[in-house]
């Protein structure tokens, strides 16, 4: 509804679609994950940066659906290499869920 529209802002938007998942690409799939390849073997480094990735998020109801999507995040950023895959990715997941949630 247009109501529920008006009721994010520009600048949440921006934060919620681009701005988070930008820094939380970086965080969670190049640094916790290049750490972690460093000590452990890939497929534990993946489930252990998604349980951090899940638990960042403070929605535990819902826990185990963020942790499927860190994993879902963590293969794309593996299997291709590229911040900027799993980025596109992240942020298109955000927008389809604030569209989801104001319609």
Do not use: C
Request: glycine share 2%; charged share 10%.
């Amino acid at each position: 509804s247009t109501v529920a529209a008006a009721a994010i802002s520009p600048v949440a938007l921006v934060s919620i679609v681009l701005l988070a998942p930008l820094v939380e690409e970086f965080v969670f799939r190049y640094a916790v994950i290049n750490i972690l390849m460093s000590k452990f073997k890939q497929t534990w480094s993946i489930l252990i940066s998604s349980l951090f990735f899940s638990i960042m998020h403070f929605d535990f109801p819902f826990i185990f659906g963020y942790f499927l999507i860190g994993v879902i995040l963590a293969l794309v950023y593996v299997r291709t290499n590229r911040l900027l895959v799993s980025f596109v990715v992240h942020a298109s997941m955000n927008l389809i869920v604030v569209i989801l949630q104001i319609s």
